[in-house]
């Protein structure tokens, strides 16, 4: 299983951003996903998980009604969709997947190398 995240960057205050997570995995339709964050000089963090079939999500309450997290099982794709950004979302986003939904990073096998995203204010 291979993730690749995509879509950080640089934001201000109040915007939104859109990150993508590419899976190669022929197990697709059977893994849970979910993004994790690590903000500067801190742990990293729980943000959002959803299951095989995108019919149960999970978010911290930090990032709840700003969130949405989506998946495509024809793509391959996992989605995170943040609006109304503040400065304190500011970290590097994970992708991770494992075989059951979780906010725990230990319960996920499957990592990418994370991308970033810097909100101004």
């Known amino acids: 299983v291979q993730l690749a995240e995509s879509g950080g960057g640089s934001v201000q205050a109040g915007g939104s951003l859109r990150l993508s997570c590419a899976v190669a995995?022929?197990?697709?339709?059977?893994?849970?996903f979910g993004w994790f964050r690590q903000p500067p000089g801190r742990q990293r963090e729980f943000v959002a998980s959803i299951n095989w079939s995108g019919g149960s999500v999970d978010y911290a309450d930090s990032v709840k009604d700003r969130f949405t997290i989506s998946r495509d099982n024809r793509r391959y794709i996992v989605f995170l969709e943040m609006d109304n950004l503040k400065s304190e979302d500011t970290a590097v986003y994970y992708c991770a997947a494992s075989t059951g939904q979780s906010r725990a990073e230990y319960d996920y096998d499957y990592w990418g190398q994370g991308t970033q995203v810097t909100v101004s204010s």
């Open positions: 995995a022929v197990t697709f339709m059977s893994l849970d």
